[in-house]
């Protein structure tokens, strides 16, 4: 299994340009997690998808963030226009939810950087 | 809410020597535990995890946890520390009865191994 893929690794913009981070997650998982990572606020979950339905973007931080889920091996998470502070590492995660045994299956993470 | 405490940001530790991450969590019911590992440069992975039975659990790379209702914790060790365990210790908590697929993760703990 290939595990979660995420791209890209690594994205540079300039403040004002709309960012696209993608995920693949692990074949036959029902449930995707997008988090960000950064050195003040550690691993913040920003929203999370079970069955391709979101069930909690109470994470996301404004609304020039947005996440999709069109079908279940693919997942965007968008940000527009970028600003600086979003500079962040973005994790994507994935899971098989069958009952309560939560273990997650994390991405190598994009790093964005927003100039 | 349930919060996960990760009492120390660092911890710096000799090779050879003795090491314990400090993992306290917040909640009267009962929960599942986890600790991630994030080596530089790449998502997260599972170390270990409790669900139920023994309190003392085995996890990869020699590590263990042990499960401390009373007190709330879930504190990580490893008898004897290498090079390669330099890294970033996350502590995690799921709610069985809670949202499907949710984890809280603590702010992590990064393990600084000397020669």
């Known amino acids: 299994d290939a595990g979660v893929i995420q791209s890209p690794r690594h994205e540079v913009t300039e403040m004002g340009q709309e960012v696209t981070l993608r995920c693949k997650p692990i074949s036959g998982h029902n449930s995707l997690f997008w988090y960000r990572q950064t050195m003040m606020r550690g691993l913040e979950l920003l929203i999370y998808f079970n069955n391709n339905v979101p069930i909690d973007d109470s994470g996301m931080p404004e609304d020039r963030f947005s996440a999709k889920m069109p079908n279940a091996s693919f997942s965007t998470l968008k940000i527009q226009p970028s600003e600086p502070r979003d500079s962040a590492v973005y994790f994507c995660a994935s899971n098989l939810w069958q009952g309560p045994y939560n273990e997650q299956f994390f991405g190598p993470g994009t790093r964005l950087t927003v100039l | 809410a349930q919060s996960v405490t990760q009492l120390d940001s660092q911890v710096p530790v000799f090779e050879e020597a003795p090491v314990e991450l400090r993992c306290n969590y917040s909640s009267s019911v009962s929960v599942y535990l986890f600790w991630y590992v994030q080596y530089p440069n790449q998502g997260l992975q599972l170390l270990l995890k409790?669900?139920?039975?023994?309190?003392l659990v085995k996890g990869i790379n020699g590590f263990e946890a042990e499960f401390n209702k009373s007190q709330t914790s879930f504190h990580l060790r490893k008898p004897s520390v290498h090079i390669s365990d330099t890294a970033e210790y996350f502590c995690?908590?799921?709610?069985?009865?809670?949202?499907?697929?949710?984890?809280?993760f603590g702010k992590g703990t990064k393990l600084s191994v000397k020669p």
């Open positions: 995690a908590v799921s709610d069985p009865g809670g949202s499907q697929g949710n984890l809280i």
């Open positions: 409790y669900l139920s039975g023994s309190t």
